[in-house]
C-alpha cells in the first residue's frame, strides 16, 4: 500500500508543478520546434494553416494557452510535460536477510529543459544492519604498548559492536611508511631491525600489509594479531595515507560486503601526504588503484607517491567507507583538520596505550550512523540537483547541494525532496545515483530530456512547400535552389541571392526586415494584418491612442498618422476645438477666469471647477490685501497697496447694505466677490467688531464661577445628606420589624405583697 502511495505522491507532485511552472513564465519565441521546446513555458504549432500572412515561423512557438487562443487545433500542440517514473519501490523494512533503508530504489525522469522536477526519498536507519570493521594500525616504534593492548581487544570489540547488531566482521591491517630515504634507514642492520634500540626486536619496515581480511572469527583476529612485532621508521609522520587508499580500494582483498564499512584508523603521529614523496624521489602521482601482493604488503609504495587528500576522500566515498580516527591527544587538531575535508569522518582522543579503543569506537559509530548525508554521485553535465531535508527532529533545510539529518535514532524515518533541473539538451539517457554517504544503498536515476518534436512523419514536396521542400513541424526545409518560408522563391547561383532578396525588403541597410512587422519572401514583403507598404511600414493600428482609443475615437488610422473628424485636432485628435463645455454660469468663457484649451477650460492660478467659477482659498489669499486697504485709511498706514492686492479691487462695505462678511480676522472683516461684470476681483472690506473689555469678562466670568461652583457644592452635599437620611430610615424600619417583644412572665420575677392593718386595732 505504501508503494502505491509514494507512486501517486510522486506523479501528482511532478505533473502538476511541470504545468503551474510552464504556464506561469511565459515564452520567447524561437525559430524551430526543437529550440522552442528549450525554453521553458513555451509549445509549439505545427498546424499548417495556422500562421496568418507575414507571420514568420518563429509566431509557431508560444505558451499552450496562446496557442489555443490563436486557434491551434489540440492534437497539432506540442508541449510535452515532465512526469517521473517509479521503476522499483519496495517498501522500507528492517529484515536482518534483507534490509532496506532507503526508498525508492530507481526512477526514470523525462523533464524539459528549465522546468525543475522534484521527487520524495525517504530515509529509515535500520536496526541490526550489518557492520564491517578493518582495523588499520600504525606499527612505528611508539605504538609499542598500543600494540600489546589490541592484542586483547578483539573479542571487546565485537562484543561493543554486537550491541548494535549481531553481523559484525573484523579484519586488520597496519602500516608504517615508505622503505626509502629519508623515511626508512637503508643501512642494512636497521632494515632488518629498524628499532632504535638493539636490546628490541622489530620486523622490517613496510608501507602498508593487509594481515587479515575481514571475518567473523574472534579467534582467528585474536591470533593474526597477536603475531605482529612493532617496526620502525626515522621520521615522524606516516605513511597512513598510502595504508587508508589500499585498504578502500583493493576490496576483494579486504573482504568488504555491502554493509556498513568502517575503517578505523590508529596512530600516535601525523602523516605524509601527496608531494612529500620527492624527497625520496618519487615523483609519480599516486593512481588510487590496488596494488597487495599475494602476500598482502603494498608492493608499489616506492613508485608511487603519498596519495592527496582528495584522492583519499574519493576512495573512501567511492567505496562507502566511514572512517574513525582514533589517535593521541597531541595529533587531535590535524587529523581534526583533516577530518573536514573527508566526508563520513570522525576523530576521537585515544589514550597513550588504546585503552579506551572500545569505547572510542561505540561512541564514534554511534555519531557516524546517527547523521544521514544524502549526496549524488556521477551526475552528468547539464543537471543541477539540490536536496531539502525534513528530519525527524523538526528541522528543515532549503535547497542545498546535499541533504542532511543528524541525531537520527534506529527506526526514525527522515524524508528529503530532490530537485532536478535540466540546463540544455541531453545527448541521450543519462543515469546517476542518489545515496546516503557510507552505506550501499542507492537510488538510481535515469533521465532524458523532452527536447524532440513528435509532429508526424516529415512529408518530402509537401504542396505546402509548392512541392519544392519537405514539411516537418509545420516549416519547410526547401530543396536545393529553392528559398522562402514556403519554398516559393527559386534560387540562383550566386552565393549572395539570399542577401540580395533580403536587401529588398528593408527601406535602409540598417532598418529591420520588412520594418519587423512582416516575412521576406522572393525579395517582396509578406505584412501582417493591419500593417501595409513596400516594407511593412504603416501600421494602421499603430496610431496614438487618446482615453484609450485610437484617435481618440474622432479620427482615423493611417499608416500611424491619425486623420482627425471635424472639430479635431491633435496628434491624437483628442483635441477639440468647440467650446460648448467651457461656458461658465453668467455665459462667459471660463467664468472669465480661464482659457478655453481644446474644449476644457485651464483656470488662472487660485480658481477651480469646470468653469473657474469658484476661488481657492479666498480668505487666507486676499487676507493681506483686505488688511493693506484698511490700513491705508489710517494717516500712517501703508498707502500703496497694488503689492498685496494686485489686478484686485478693493473697496469698503456700505453701510447702508446689509453685508456678509465670510472672512472673518482680529482686524478686518472682508468677502471676496468674483462675479464682476468685467471679469475683475473684488474685495469688499470693513472694520472689525468693537473689542470687548476683558477685564470685566474676566471677574464677571470668575465671579460667576465662583457662584455656580458654590451652588455645585451646596446641591451635591444636600443631595448626599438626604441619601444619608434615607438610608438611616430604612435601616430603622427594618430593624423594628424585626423586633419581637416578649409578653410571657418571667420566672424569675415575683410581685411584690403589700400588707395593710390597722394600727388603731391591735389584737392580742
Not at 494553416?49 to 487545433?73: H, I, Q, S, V, Y
Not at 573484523?170 to 636497521?190: C, E, H, M, N, T
Not at 494584418?529 to 499603430?542: F, I, K, N, S, T
Not at 468693537?690 to 443631595?719: C, F, H, K, Q, W
Amino acid at each position: 500500500m505504501k508503494g502505491l502511495w509514494v507512486l501517486a505522491a510522486i506523479s501528482l507532485y511532478c505533473v502538476g508543478g511541470a504545468e503551474s511552472t510552464g504556464s506561469a513564465r511565459g515564452c520567447q519565441a524561437q525559430p524551430n520546434c526543437k529550440e522552442c521546446l528549450k525554453v521553458p513555458g513555451c509549445a509549439w504549432c505545427w498546424q499548417q494553416d495556422f500562421l496568418k500572412a507575414g507571420e514568420p515561423n518563429e509566431r509557431r512557438c508560444d505558451t499552450a494557452e496562446a496557442l489555443k487562443e490563436r486557434n491551434c487545433e489540440k492534437g497539432y500542440v506540442v508541449n510535452p510535460l515532465s512526469r517521473v517514473e517509479v521503476l522499483k519501490n519496495i517498501d522500507l523494512r528492517s529484515d536482518s536477510e534483507n534490509v532496506v533503508q532507503l526508498q525508492p530504489q530507481s526512477l526514470h525522469l523525462k523533464i524539459r529543459v528549465g522546468v525543475p522536477e522534484t521527487f520524495e526519498v525517504w530515509f529509515k536507519r535500520a536496526e541490526g544492519y550489518p557492520i564491517d570493521l578493518y582495523y588499520l594500525m600504525d606499527l612505528s616504534f611508539s605504538m609499542k604498548d598500543d600494540l600489546e593492548k589490541i592484542k586483547n581487544l578483539g573479542e571487546e570489540i565485537l562484543k561493543a559492536l554486537k550491541m548494535v547488531t549481531q553481523k559484525v566482521r573484523i579484519g586488520f591491517g597496519s602500516f608504517v611508511d615508505k622503505v626509502a630515504l629519508p623515511y626508512v634507514s637503508q643501512v642494512k642492520r636497521k632494515l632488518a631491525n629498524p628499532c632504535p634500540s638493539r636490546m628490541d626486536s622489530c620486523q622490517p619496515a613496510f608501507s602498508f600489509h593487509n594481515v587479515l581480511r575481514l571475518t567473523d572469527d574472534v579467534a582467528d583476529f585474536t591470533t593474526r594479531v597477536s603475531m605482529q612485532r612493532i617496526s620502525g621508521n626515522l621520521d615522524s609522520p606516516e605513511a597512513g595515507f598510502d595504508a587508508m587508499v589500499q585498504a578502500a580500494v583493493c576490496q576483494e582483498a579486504i573482504g568488504w560486503n555491502n554493509v556498513t564499512r568502517i575503517l578505523v584508523y590508529t596512530s600516535d603521529d601525523t602523516f605524509h601526504m601527496a608531494g612529500d614523496g620527492r624527497l625520496a624521489g618519487i615523483y609519480q602521482p599516486n593512481d588510487g588503484k590496488c596494488h597487495l601482493n599475494a602476500d598482502g604488503y603494498y608492493d608499489k609504495a616506492t613508485e608511487y607517491d603519498y596519495p592527496s587528500v582528495g584522492r583519499l576522500s574519493r576512495a573512501l566515498a567511492a567505496n562507502n567507507i566511514q572512517l574513525i580516527f582514533a589517535v593521541t591527544d597531541k595529533s587531535v587538531p590535524s587529523y581534526q583538520a583533516l577530518s573536514k575535508l573527508i566526508p563520513r569522518s570522525v576523530v576521537g582522543v585515544l589514550e597513550a596505550d588504546s585503552s579506551n579503543v572500545v569505547q572510542l569506537i561505540s561512541e564514534a559509530y554511534g555519531n557516524l550512523s546517527s547523521t544521514i548525508l544524502l549526496e549524488h554521485l556521477s551526475a552528468p553535465e547539464g543537471l543541477n540537483i539540490s536536496y531539502t531535508s525534513k528530519c525527524s527532529n523538526g528541522v528543515h533545510t532549503p535547497w542545498l547541494r546535499n541533504g542532511e539529518c543528524s541525531n537520527v535514532k534506529i527506526n526514525e524515518q527522515v524524508n528529503f525532496t530532490v530537485k532536478v533541473t535540466a540546463t540544455s539538451c541531453l545527448p541521450g539517457v543519462e543515469t546517476f545515483v542518489i545515496k546516503p554517504q557510507g552505506i550501499g544503498e542507492a537510488l538510481k536515476v535515469t533521465v532524458e530530456t523532452l527536447c524532440d518534436c513528435n509532429c508526424g512523419e516529415p512529408e518530402e514536396h509537401s504542396p505546402h512547400c509548392n512541392g519544392n521542400g519537405t514539411l516537418s513541424c509545420g516549416i519547410c526545409s526547401c530543396d536545393e535552389g529553392r528559398l522562402g518560408q514556403r519554398c516559393k522563391c527559386e534560387k540562383h547561383g550566386d552565393k549572395d541571392s539570399v542577401a540580395a532578396m533580403e536587401a529588398q525588403c528593408r527601406q535602409t541597410n540598417e532598418s529591420q526586415l520588412c520594418s519587423g512587422q512582416g516575412s521576406c519572401e522572393c525579395g517582396a514583403c509578406e505584412c501582417r494584418p493591419r500593417h501595409r507598404g513596400q516594407y511593412c511600414e504603416c501600421d494602421d493600428g499603430g496610431c496614438p491612442r487618446h482615453n484609450n482609443q485610437l484617435c481618440g475615437g474622432h479620427g482615423d488610422c493611417n499608416c500611424s498618422v491619425c486623420d482627425c473628424h471635424a472639430n479635431y485636432i491633435g496628434a491624437d485628435c483628442g483635441c477639440s476645438v468647440l467650446k460648448d463645455k467651457c461656458m461658465g454660469r453668467d455665459g462667459k468663457e471660463c467664468s472669465r477666469h480661464g482659457r478655453c484649451v481644446c474644449n476644457q477650460c485651464v483656470c488662472y492660478q487660485g480658481f477651480f471647477q469646470d468653469d473657474c467659477s469658484e476661488l481657492r482659498a479666498p480668505c487666507k489669499t486676499f487676507l493681506e490685501c483686505a488688511l493693506c486697504s484698511l490700513s491705508s485709511e489710517k494717516p500712517q498706514g501703508e498707502q500703496n497697496c497694488s503689492r498685496h492686492c494686485g489686478s484686485v479691487k478693493p473697496q469698503r462695505a456700505d453701510q447702508n447694505q446689509n453685508w456678509d462678511f465670510p472672512c472673518q480676522h482680529t482686524k478686518v472683516r472682508f468677502r471676496v466677490d468674483p462675479e464682476t461684470e468685467d471679469g475683475s476681483i473684488r474685495v469688499i472690506y470693513t472694520d472689525p467688531p468693537e473689542p470687548i473689555d476683558m477685564t470685566m469678562v474676566a471677574v464677571g466670568s470668575s465671579i460667576s464661577g465662583i457662584i455656580l461652583i458654590g451652588l455645585a457644592i451646596i446641591i451635591i452635599y444636600r443631595l448626599l445628606l438626604e441619601v444619608y437620611y434615607r438610608r438611616e430610615y430604612h435601616n430603622f424600619i427594618n430593624e423594628q420589624k424585626k423586633s419581637r417583644w416578649n409578653v410571657d412572665p418571667n420566672p424569675l420575677f415575683q410581685e411584690a405583697t403589700t400588707t395593710v392593718f390597722n394600727p388603731m386595732h391591735i389584737t392580742d
